[in-house]
């Protein structure tokens, strides 16, 4: 059974930082692409970024770039996301997501791509 828990939501002050972490467990095989999303209230979940861990390639949706950096530590199974320069824009529940091996390198933003999900943690931030 694979699990994804998300940690390190909370509440900052615009021009503040996070640090989410995603705990990978219960998988035999190394995910090729994981991401994050983040879904505000009323709105589409959305992709805002992508890893992927054999290469450390990155990708980031035009409205993070430049704030947020996607990181991974393999040895410990866990996806980070640090977010900079925070803005009361980027709050909402934020997920991390891994693609199945078949999916492999031709992994996007979009969520059918992905089969794995964490439960989300919170991120608000005020003005």
């Known amino acids: 059974q694979v699990q994804l828990v998300e940690s390190g939501g909370g509440s900052v002050q615009a021009g503040g930082s996070l640090r989410l972490s995603c705990a990978a467990s219960?998988?035999?095989?190394?995910?090729?692409?994981m991401s994050w999303f983040r879904q505000a209230p009323g709105k589409e979940r959305e992709g805002v970024a992508r890893?992927?861990?054999?290469?450390?390639?990155?990708y980031y949706a035009d409205s993070v770039k430049g704030r947020f950096t996607i990181s991974r530590d393999n040895a410990k199974n866990t996806l980070y996301l640090q977010m900079d320069s925070l803005k009361p824009e980027d709050a909402g529940a934020y997920y991390c997501a891994a693609a199945p091996p078949s999916v492999g390198l031709r992994c996007r933003f979009d969520l059918i791509d992905y089969r794995y999900w964490g439960q989300g943690t919170q991120v608000t931030v005020s003005s």
């Open positions: 219960g998988y035999t095989y190394s995910f090729v692409c």
């Open positions: 890893i992927y861990t054999d290469s450390g390639s990155t």
